[in-house]
């Protein structure tokens, strides 16, 4: 299954993150009057954008199974990288492939890929007005993750139907509080953003305006991409620090130049230099 949905931003409103806003700001930990002042702006805002600005959410379910650290899917390969450095209570190193049914045991599992942005115009709006322009920037931010997760929702509750009786609040929805896990591209578990090349391969970015830089970031800047995971037990990680036997491992796994491939995870890789 492949779909695209297309949101009016006061469909998504609602499930906008106020408070990685007020980070992005600097106004975290301000007098909530100095928020709220701002937030009144922000919404006066997003009901002009409404009108012209919609925001866009692509996703693909497929069968899929782990092989080693690789997740294998339609014929395709998406290597993963697994955590590196020693746990404190000796529990196992973790990589995103673990939550899947591995390829021996001959049962199929599902994954789930995804994009979100907003809409083009959404990079031009205000450009001779540097508050105006900020406050749609960061807006635009919020609202490709509020997109995220309001499609994530559909998905959990009936595309894929696993959580068919999912009764969330907001407020749940961002403390995570449901089944499985949505790691996205650029964050702790998943940094290789050139990840993308493969995602975009099989779920097709252009067609919600998404275009690829040489290292795999997104244009528009506001948008998010990554997996989808129901595993009960599937929760989010940070990789941490990987040695150069992972980063050789990894680029051999994606069939990317190890120099290349060392460009690509040059924050994530141990004594980088």
Aim: net charge negative.
């Amino acid at each position: 299954m492949r779909k695209i949905l297309t949101y009016k931003i006061h469909e998504i409103e609602p499930y906008i993150n106020w408070l990685y806003f007020f980070h992005a700001w600097g106004l975290s930990g301000k007098p909530v009057s100095e928020q709220e002042k701002l937030q009144a702006e922000a919404r006066e805002m997003l009901a002009k954008m409404d009108t012209i600005c919609p925001v866009y959410a692509l996703f693909g379910l497929f069968e899929a199974n782990s092989d080693g650290d690789d997740i294998v899917l339609q014929g395709e390969r998406l290597p993963m990288l697994r955590q590196q450095k020693p746990t404190p209570d000796g529990t196992p190193n973790l990589c995103l492939a673990d939550f899947l049914r591995p390829l021996s045991s001959g049962i199929s599992d599902r994954i789930g890929l995804f994009a979100t942005s907003t809409d083009h115009r959404t990079e031009n709006m205000y450009k001779d007005d540097p508050f105006r322009r900020m406050l749609v920037q960061t807006l635009a931010d919020r609202l490709a993750e509020a997109a995220a997760e309001r499609m994530h929702e559909e998905v959990r509750r009936n595309y894929w139907g696993y959580a068919p009786d999912e009764q969330l609040t907001i407020a749940e929805l961002h403390q995570e509080k449901f089944q499985g896990i949505r790691p996205a591209v650029g964050y702790p578990s998943l940094p290789d953003t050139s990840m993308n090349f493969l995602l975009d391969n099989l779920i097709g970015m252009k067609d919600i305006g998404i275009r690829l830089t040489e290292s795999g970031m997104m244009t528009p800047h506001a948008s998010v991409s990554g997996l989808m995971m129901a595993h009960p037990q599937a929760r989010y990680f940070d990789l941490g620090k990987i040695g150069e036997d992972q980063l050789t491992d990894y680029a051999r796994r994606r069939g990317v130049p190890v120099v290349l491939m060392r460009r690509f995870l040059a924050s994530s890789i141990m004594n980088n230099q």
